[in-house]
Each structure stands twice: as C-alpha cells, then as structure tokens.
C-alpha cells in the first residue's frame, strides 16, 4: 500500500467515525458544536498521544554544567585610606597611620601639580613646603607648610564639633581636587 492510498484510507476513516458520531450525537439530543468540540477533544487527545509514544524511544540528553563563579572581593577604591585616617583619631598606631594619611596626601597634592598644575617635580616639593600650591591655609599646613591659620578659621574649626583631623583631610583633598582648576598660586596653567 502506497502512502497515498494510506492518507486517502485514514481521511475516509477519520470522516466516517465522524459523521456516526455526529448522527449518534443528534439522536441522543446532543447539539452539533457540542459534537464538534468533543471531536475536536478527540483529535488532540490522539495527536498528543501519537507525540508521547514518539518521545517515549529518544534517548534524553542532559548537559553538565561547571560550578558558578565565584565571588571575587574586591576592596573599594580608598577603603585603606579611610581605614588609615579612622586608625589616627584612635588611640594606638595614631601617630604612624597619620603620617600615611599626610603622606599620601602629599604625593597626590605632588601629582596633581604636576599632571595638572603643569609644575615641575621639584617646583612642586618646593610649593607644597611653602604652602604656595593652595590658597586655604589649613589644608597648606596640614601637608607641612609653615603657614599660620588665622585665628578666625581656628575658632571656626574647634566650634564645628568634628575631629580636627578628618576635617583637616578633607579640606586637603578639596585643595588638591582644585589643582589646575582655579586661578591662583597651583591654579596656573602652562
């Protein structure tokens, strides 16, 4: 039997159960879209078990799968130079984590007046000692410069209730931020 003959042989199969169906449905007192859904039910309760039978000789593949990544810590950019500055306002390595605090402050305040100040090294080792590189002189003396605060800016910082430290370092790195940005003594562009 050919395959075409198989195809005509099964539609004239499927419509006769059909059409006795739908003769048997009327006699009961069935309604004809009540038979049509029921045959419809049929049918694709035929072709889903027509899909389990052909799965059911696959063989199933599965796929390994390496562990995840793992979770790398990486330390936040100046986590140490935070950690450092809250050693010098504690008691213990006070005196040695504040002069990492000032030092690297001073190597930064160096950098930027030569990245940005467009100063040469020894030029800016010479500015950072006079304080001439900034025009707050907080920031100047607390990278060494011997330059007087005025009395009212000492006033004004013991009156703030913050540690005259933290203060300090971060008026530092405001002047520092402000290299070859302003005009004035480090502000001078070439």
Do not use: C
């Not at 979770?71 to 100046?78: A, K, L, N």
């Not at 003396?141 to 006033?155: C, D, K, T």
């Amino acid at each position: 039997m050919t395959l075409t003959r198989r195809l005509f042989l099964l539609v004239g199969v499927v419509a006769t159960t059909a059409g006795l169906a739908v003769v048997a449905g009327v006699s009961f007192g069935l309604e004809l879209t009540d038979i049509f859904l029921g045959l419809v039910a049929a049918l694709a309760a035929l072709q889903g078990l027509r899909y389990v039978q052909r799965r059911r000789d696959t063989p199933s593949n599965t796929t390994v799968t390496d562990d995840p990544e793992a979770r790398i810590s990486v330390p936040v950019p100046g986590a140490d130079f935070d950690d450092d500055l809250v050693s010098a306002m504690g008691q213990g390595t006070r005196w040695a984590a504040r002069g990492r605090v000032v030092d690297r402050l001073e190597t930064r305040a160096k950098e930027a007046l030569v990245a940005r100040g467009g100063h040469a090294p020894e030029e800016a080792a010479a500015l950072l000692k006079t304080g001439g590189w900034t025009d707050d002189p907080v920031a100047a003396r607390f990278l060494g410069a011997s330059v007087s605060i005025p009395l009212r800016q000492r006033v004004r910082l013991f009156l703030s209730g913050r540690s005259s430290l933290t203060d300090r370092a971060e008026r530092a790195v405001a002047a520092i931020e402000q290299v070859g940005t302003t005009d004035g003594p480090a502000g001078e562009r070439r």
